[in-house]
């Protein structure tokens, strides 16, 4: 009888006994380049205020300096990407703010550009939702199931909206509302009106969610009536995933995204192995911002672990860019590590 080697026993735990032994074998890292941090301009105030459902954040006003100074202060931390949400003075059937030329967003990326150039990206979320009276991304109707959204009414605003964003100085336009098509609508207008060069990165595979509540106070948009649930995507359905992300690869889209992060890792993950030719987005919405803080306060984890083990989570599933509230304090316990 031949007898077999005696292998030893397996130590893994010999890449784990020091922090600099760890850090030599790491193979996924959070970068603050990495980040998009949201902010919200909102043209009814004077000064900046804070967001009672975001805590450590503000609205500020368009052409507020306080504005370009948190810009700045982001990009001294590595953070160079941007995501601006407007809240507008009034609100209507049209959302007529949100193409206005001088509405919050446009008028927030022309007071950024004018003091810091174009060193930062701008990226600007299209929808109605908070500039509409009903709350809906999309225009309402009457139909017979009583009230629904007209998809390809809706397209025309999404297209006035995305020409007046990137006229303001926009690089590259969020188009969020979910409707058939939005992607081709929104890369016709652009390339028409001479912007070939402002890129779309699509909130392609969104849920209707209920990790959207914070936000959703913060805009004042929730849907007057119903629900998104005719547009937003079922969490419980996965034969779509694909199909919206490839569609809005065939309609132009540079850039994908899953919202929310959290709760769909797995989508993120098959997404970054299924179209490996577009950067992929993760959204960490306002719902799992309030979790970690919320974990934090009661004493039940350290705030600073705990954001950057969501922040890995995320960037291991498949994420290339991470959209995150977190953005700025993570930034700085990175300096740290």
Known sequence: MIKLPRFPVMRPRRLRVSPAIRSLVRDVYVLPSDFVLPVFVDERITTPKPIKSLPGHQYYPPRSSE????????????????????????????????????????????????????????????????????????????????KCIDNDR???????????????????????????????????????????????????????????????????????????????????????ILKEAL??????????MVKPALPYLDVIYRLHTSIPTHPLAAYNVSGEYNMIRLLAEEGLGLYEDLVLEVLSSIKRAGADVIITYHALEASKYLENR
């Not at 007529?96 to 150039?117: F, L, M, S």
């Not at 569609?247 to 994908?256: C, P, R, S, Y």
């Open 247 to 256: 569609m809005d690869v065939e309609e132009g889209a540079d850039i994908l």
């Open 67 to 146: 504005l370009v100074t948190l810009i700045q202060e982001a990009m001294d931390l590595g953070v160079k990407a941007f995501l601006l949400f407007g809240v507008p003075n009034r609100k209507d059937m049209e959302a007529t703010r949100a193409y206005a030329r001088d509405g919050p967003v446009q008028e927030a990326i022309r007071n950024i550009r004018k003091e810091t150039g174009w060193e930062p990206v701008l990226i600007t979320d299209l929808c109605i939702c908070g500039y509409s009276s009903h709350g809906h991304c999309g225009v309402p109707v009457d139909c017979r199931r009583g």
């Open 154 to 240: 809706t397209l025309e605003l999404y297209k006035r909206i995305a020409v007046s964003q990137a006229e303001a100085g926009a690089d590259i336009i969020a188009p969020s509302g979910m409707m058939d098509g939005q992607v081709a609508a929104i890369r016709s207008a652009l390339d028409d009106n001479g912007y070939s060069d402002v890129g779309i990165m699509s909130y392609s595979v969104k849920y209707a969610s209920s990790f959207y509540g914070p936000f959703r106070d913060v805009m004042d948009s929730s849907p007057r009536w119903g629900d998104r649930s005719t547009y937003q995507m079922d969490p419980s359905y996965t034969r779509d």
